[in-house]
């Protein structure tokens, strides 16, 4: 590994980041090695790798294990909506923002951000312990999304984050929604001419889409002066993790902040549910409509027991609408790939007859959010 970021790693530089983890000055490390996780030692992608061993404190063996997290360098990375170079987690870690995070969801702890050249920071993180988000009983969500639901309702946008403004990403919301909303004609004239959906087209899942589209607009300013508050950005079960506390609630611990902001509520929860419930996953933590009303009255009732102020029938709007609309388009064109852009013949009638019943099972839920949050529109003020 040569000429690698692998030739920056010694014992002289993980024994303070070790030490900080242990909340011990006094360990030498005997002993390392590592996993990589995502990415490569190369210094022109992101990296995410444990790296872990034993030291020796006095006369006793001490295992530990860290984390180190290296984004996409600068100079070749820039996100899909136009947003600034992606250094923001390691902005959020210097920042503090992470540190204190009220209501029962926390980051990782930062064990030291190092900078080296051509603005690539090194993240060195606590590795945290505890059951993973794919391994979750369907009651730790709920408790998720209240815990999510303090963070946000006693963690306003306010003046106090003024002092960081790449910090606000309200501005993604529109180009986010106008970018999955593009291709909707196209596809809905696609799915009039397949001679396996031409059916659906005037069915009450073809007419709800395209009533869906003809209010985009409504929608997208009513979603657009949603409150503010500060959001995970990717509140999806993978990167969850319940850290066991034998005296207390478990404590809820998210990582991968890189998407992190503040903007309009309801994103966070709408991602949940989608990922655990409504697209195709590695697992399913239970059907749509179970899933979606547990982790709904989770939320509202974190947003009410942290003082929020605000109308509870808003926040219920911003999670339905946030979850409906996207994700209804987003379906939309994963039927488009899966059915429509293929030619239907014997060999593959079954399958693709099995994927449109799935895809018009999820549609419908989704169709039916979209139903309720049109009859919320009018509180958004």
Known sequence: MTGSRFDRIDCNLLTPIVQKALDSPRVRIAEWNYHVIKGDWTCSKRLVCRIFGWGRLQDEEVPWSVFLKVPNPTPTHLDAWHR?????????????????????????????????????????????AGESGLEWPLERFRIAAHHLGMLQGAFPASASLSDYPWMDTSGWLKLKLAANAAPVPHI???????????GLYNSEIGKG?????????????????????????????????????????????????????????????????ADSSVIPVRRKAAEPEQFAELVLE???????????????????????????????????????????????????????????????????????LAEEARELLEVVK
Request: hydrophobic share 40%; charged share 25%; net charge negative.
């Open 298 to 368: 989770g939320y509202l009732s974190g947003l009410k027991e942290s003082g929020w102020n605000g109308d509870l029938r808003v926040a219920l709007f911003a999670c339905l609408a946030r979850l409906a609309l996207p994700w209804s388009f987003n379906l939309l064109r994963s039927l488009n790939g899966e059915i429509l852009s293929q030619t239907l013949c014997e060999e593959n009638r079954s399958e693709m007859e099995t994927k449109l019943a799935k895809y018009i099972r999820r549609q419908r839920f989704l169709l039916t």
């Open 209 to 273: 889409l395209r009533r869906l589209w003809d209010e985009r607009t409504r929608f997208f300013d009513a979603l657009d002066r949603l409150p503010r508050s500060f959001c995970h950005g990717d509140f999806n079960y993978t990167n969850l993790i319940a850290r066991c506390c034998p005296d207390a609630e478990d404590q809820i611990i998210a990582v991968d902040w890189q998407y992190a902001g503040v903007r309009q509520i309801g994103e966070d929860i709408a991602g949940l549910i």
């Open 84 to 128: 600034e170079a992606f250094q923001r987690e390691p902005l959020l870690y210097q920042s503090g923002v992470l540190n204190n995070l009220p209501g029962g969801i926390s980051a990782p702890r930062s064990l030291d951000v190092v900078g080296y050249p051509d603005d690539e920071p090194w993240m060195w993180l606590e590795d945290v």
């Open 188 to 198: 809905l004239e696609r799915l009039q001419s397949h001679p396996l959906t031409n």
